[in-house]
């Protein structure tokens, strides 16, 4: 073999090795490492091009390097379909390339899209959309999910969208009644999600809320449990079960269960419970309590250290009359229609004169005062 004959094996197994290099994107430079586009390319899998001397992402401004995912995204509002950097032709395929965090690329267009409940950032990344109450500059930077507008530079419910604020639920939402609209969106990951404007338990059926089976509408035009009062009709279990029809369930007021029985169920106080004027459920004398308003008020109970009793500390509880009676000795009060204690067993209430609207208990002829202030049968 002649000398030209070797120089040209030669060049031609160096030309093989440059081009295996450059084609293998394990010996390709990674980012931010010195590259030459010769004898050092950058990986251009990655969207990696040698910009003044340093493996860069390929177009910046538009992309930038995600550390999480070693390779270059796009940010929002720029096209998630890219020609391979360093291609020698226009007509060369396009690869989809990942968007900045909390976006996805959005078709038709083409484009890098922040998710529901994110917005862009002048930066072109994606942030969470704001709480109520928390500054704003536009609707876009307020949570869409739960209705917010941005309203004087705050987060806050539109009243000109009929909207107006549910701290329970922490949404805008619409009165029982009024027109409402309904969102549909998949995030980011898929996920299919839907909301509307209405109040909890209600929904927009045909572009109004109304409150769903078992609820009505209630003062505040928000949706209440339909109860049956203590006494009246009620649904089991067991017949709730075998209900097709939703709006024929009927359930108990609170702190009741329906008692099933052959003619019809009703609605029964559950144990520790006795029931008002009006079919509701109380705590009975001697239950736990954290307010007066949970304890019977026709005995009449109050909270005491947590437990319902007797508010005057010379009444004691009458289990059969269901009252606080007073003690032989204490005051009380001869109105028939007052809700006052009446005197414990044996004993009246006596006025001293008539111009008193009050009494005291004193023990009937033929009882006498015990040191418990009682009245027992004298001997």
């Not at 390319?41 to 001397?53: A, H, I, T, Y």
């Not at 009446?342 to 004993?347: E, Y």
């Amino acid at each position: 073999m002649n000398k030209f004959k070797l120089l040209c094996c030669v060049l031609w197994v160096l030309t093989l090795n440059l081009a295996s290099a450059y084609m293998d994107p394990y010996l390709q430079k990674g980012y931010k490492e010195s590259c030459s586009n010769d004898s050092d390319p950058c990986n251009s899998v990655k969207f990696l091009s040698c910009l003044e001397g340093q493996c860069l992402c390929s177009s910046p401004g538009e992309l930038v390097y995600d550390y999480g995912r070693d390779q270059c995204v796009a940010l929002a509002s720029y096209s998630c379909l890219r020609v391979m950097p360093d291609s020698n032709s226009v007509q060369d395929p396009k690869y989809q390339i990942g968007c900045t965090d909390y976006a996805k690329c959005a078709f038709p267009g083409d484009s890098c899209q922040c998710d529901f409940t994110y917005y862009e950032a002048e930066n072109h990344t994606c942030i969470r959309q704001h709480d109520y109450g928390a500054e704003c500059a536009i609707d876009e930077n307020c949570d869409q999910f739960r209705f917010f507008s941005c309203i004087n530079g705050k987060c806050s419910c539109d009243p000109n969208k009929n909207h107006r604020y549910d701290q329970k639920n922490d949404k805008c939402m619409v009165p029982v009644g009024e027109k409402c609209r309904v969102i549909e969106f998949q995030s980011i990951n898929e996920k299919q999600f839907k909301t509307d404007e209405c109040a909890q338990h209600a929904s927009c059926e045909g572009g109004t809320c109304r409150c769903n089976a078992g609820y009505r509408i209630s003062s505040d035009r928000t949706c209440e449990p339909l109860f049956s009062l203590v006494s009246g009709p009620c649904t089991t279990d067991r017949e709730a079960r075998n209900t097709v029809d939703p709006h024929f369930i009927q359930n108990c007021t609170e702190n009741a269960y329906c008692q099933e029985s052959q003619a019809f169920s009703y609605c029964k106080c559950k144990e520790g419970y006795v029931e008002t004027n009006d079919g509701l459920c109380v705590k009975a004398y001697g239950q736990s309590c954290e307010m007066d308003e949970e304890c019977d008020n026709l005995a009449p109970l109050a909270c005491i250290e947590n437990s319902c009793g007797c508010a005057d500390h010379l009444q004691v509880f009458d289990d059969k009359l269901r009252r606080c009676v007073g003690l032989a000795g204490s005051r009380c009060w001869k109105d028939s229609n007052t809700t006052a204690a009446v005197c414990t067993t044996n004993a009246y209430c006596v006025k001293a004169n008539a111009h008193l609207n009050y009494g005291k208990c004193i023990c009937a002829r033929g009882f006498v005062t015990t040191s418990q202030k009682t009245c027992s049968k004298s001997n």
